[in-house]
């Protein structure tokens, strides 16, 4: 986890991230588990799951790509808020991001506006980051 003590009061706050950004003064290493790790250690059931929230501080395109045949068997709805500030390669992450959403979901911004994959790329580049998906 990187952390910029400049703009930031600490760890555990919402700002940390396993991104660099900007100047990071200073990191730890955590452990961490996958999305489809986690619902089997946890003994989740997927049909009593309603609502996956991903709010991560640019972790999303790390996670999506992980996720996606997950994803793509379970369909969950999702509340996704990108952090496309995080973005090592901020063109190609949120492409990357493009092609796997479309490929399983309808894209929703919050007030329900459907997004088709190039306005969903112009509506990120705009400054909308959360998302709703639904199949």
Same mark, same amino acid.
């Given at each position: =986890? +990187?952390?910029?003590?400049?703009?930031?009061?600490?760890?555990?706050?919402?700002?940390?991230?396993?991104?660099?950004?900007?100047?990071?003064?200073?990191?730890?290493? =955590?452990?961490?588990?996958?999305?489809?790790?986690?619902?089997?250690?946890?003994?989740?059931?997927?049909? +009593?799951?309603?609502?996956?929230?991903?709010? $991560? /501080?640019?972790?999303?395109?790390?996670?999506?790509?992980?996720?996606?045949?997950?994803?793509?068997?379970?369909?969950?709805? $999702?509340?996704?808020?990108?952090?496309? *500030?995080?973005?090592?390669?901020?063109?190609?992450?949120? +492409? /990357? $991001? *493009?092609? $796997?959403?479309?490929?399983?979901?309808? =894209?929703?911004?919050?007030?329900?506006?459907?997004? +088709?994959?190039?306005?969903?790329?112009?509506?990120?580049?705009?400054? =909308?980051?959360?998302?709703?998906?639904?199949?």
């Amino acid at each position: =986890v +990187n952390l910029n003590t400049q703009y930031q009061n600490g760890f555990g706050n919402s700002m940390s991230s396993m991104l660099e950004h900007g100047l990071v003064t200073e990191s730890i290493e =955590v452990n961490s588990i996958t999305l489809e790790h986690f619902i089997e250690q946890e003994e989740i059931q997927m049909q +009593n799951v309603c609502l996956i929230k991903i709010d $991560i /501080e640019g972790g999303e395109i790390k996670l999506l790509k992980q996720s996606e045949r997950f994803l793509m068997e379970h369909r969950p709805t $999702i509340y996704l808020s990108l952090h496309p *500030a995080w973005f090592p390669n901020l063109d190609n992450d949120t +492409n /990357e $991001i *493009a092609d $796997i959403l479309f490929r399983i979901y309808r =894209v929703y911004d919050t007030s329900g506006r459907e997004y +088709n994959q190039s306005q969903f790329l112009e509506a990120v580049n705009s400054g =909308v980051h959360s998302f709703v998906l639904e199949v």
